[in-house]
């Protein structure tokens, strides 16, 4: 590029450039490793004390905006939903969450998360626990009863009944049932049974669960890689083959548009694909959740980079040469490999003043490090 002032000028480079690389950490181990929520505890107590709680397990945060709890009673099949919260609503995992009766006047108040006069059930109605799209789909997470059937009074055989009894489930029960149209039988492989108006349980519970599903093997660049060109694309490795249907990437809290690719799926080999260039200097992170692929993960797969920042060398004319030839090349010398430089990248000032000067930057090295 080139200034048509014939006279000695000043030159002045402000140059403005982003390029980035970052960093990839493997998926953190949790404790306990479920693909969704289950119902952890179920209280059918005397009057109005009815509740039920739900664990999260999954090793994520999650939104309860995004699950249904309905009751189908006496034998119905028609839904009556009876906690459905239309505002963000977290649920850290290991913790849990209680939706009572508002007239459970015996359940101790700061055990229960959510009242509600909807929730009205017996130990003949069906409960089920659903997860719902952005759509509003709905798909069963977990049940309690046989939808379409009445028992009478219960299901199960004393004391493990779904009347008059508190039901906690077991330690080792990782996935919920979510076939709910089937016998309700074996209560006790599932459920540990307290007698009536037991509520000293209420408000936590323990999972024993080993992580099952596909893991996080390896990426490029490698967990650690620092300095790593912006427009690089990210290798990740399964260790099985998966379909990846939902990701977050941001740079420093910011969502950054990003795709994954593949050459079939499912795969074990996907490419994360920035749309753009990444920004220098920032801290860059992508969150595959566990629900985040089919088959589910065994735990979220935490990916965080760091941007690399290009540095200025030298540059011929040097920066405050006088009486340079107004047809002399500049020729930048980076400290980094740069995968391109064009026009409108780079600002000309002389004496100060900004020049219409427009041009292509070429490649000048095999390293990509000099530029002219």
Request: include cysteine.
């Amino acid at each position: 590029m080139y200034s048509t002032t014939k006279k000695a000028i000043q030159v002045l480079m402000a140059i403005i450039l982003l390029f980035g690389g970052f960093v990839v950490s493997p998926a953190k181990e949790v404790q306990a490793a479920m693909s969704d929520l289950i119902i952890s505890e179920y209280i059918e107590g005397s009057s109005f004390n009815k509740a039920i709680e739900i664990y999260n397990g999954t090793g994520q945060t999650v939104d309860l905006k995004n699950y249904v709890l309905s009751q189908f009673m006496n034998g119905g099949s028609i839904a009556k939903d009876v906690f459905f919260p239309s505002l963000e609503t977290l649920l850290p995992s290991g913790d849990v969450y209680v939706i009572a009766s508002n007239q459970a006047a015996a359940i101790p108040a700061e055990k229960i998360d959510h009242s509600t006069g909807l929730m009205d059930f017996n130990g003949d109605d069906a409960i089920v626990l659903y997860r719902k799209d952005a759509s509003g789909n709905r798909t069963v997470i977990d049940s309690i009863g046989k939808v379409g059937e009445d028992p009478g009074t219960s299901w199960g055989v004393s004391p493990f009944v779904t009347a008059n009894q508190t039901l906690i489930r077991l330690s080792t029960v990782c996935i919920g049932d979510t076939v709910t149209d089937d016998a309700y039988t074996n209560l006790d492989q599932v459920w540990d049974s307290k007698p009536v108006d037991t509520f000293s349980f209420l408000g936590s519970h323990t999972a024993n669960c080993t992580p099952t599903g596909p893991t996080l093997v390896s990426s490029t660049p490698a967990d650690g890689a620092t300095d790593v060109p912006g427009w690089v694309n990210v290798q990740i490795e399964f260790s099985e083959q998966v379909v990846i249907t939902s990701h977050t990437f941001t740079c420093d809290g910011q969502v950054f548009n990003s795709i994954f690719d593949s050459t079939e799926s499912p795969s074990a080999n996907w490419t994360l694909k920035p749309l753009g260039e990444l920004p220098a200097g920032k801290v860059c992170t992508i969150t595959i959740p566990t629900t985040g692929t089919t088959p589910n993960l065994a735990a979220e797969a935490k990916i965080s980079f760091t941007v690399e920042v290009t540095k200025l060398v030298s540059s011929v004319p040097a920066i405050g040469e006088m009486n340079v030839d107004p047809e002399t090349d500049i020729v930048l010398t980076f400290d980094h490999a740069q995968t391109s430089l064009i026009s409108g990248r780079y600002a000309l000032y002389c004496d100060g003043v900004p020049t219409n000067d427009s041009g292509t930057f070429v490649q000048t090295d095999t390293e990509g490090k000099v530029w002219t």
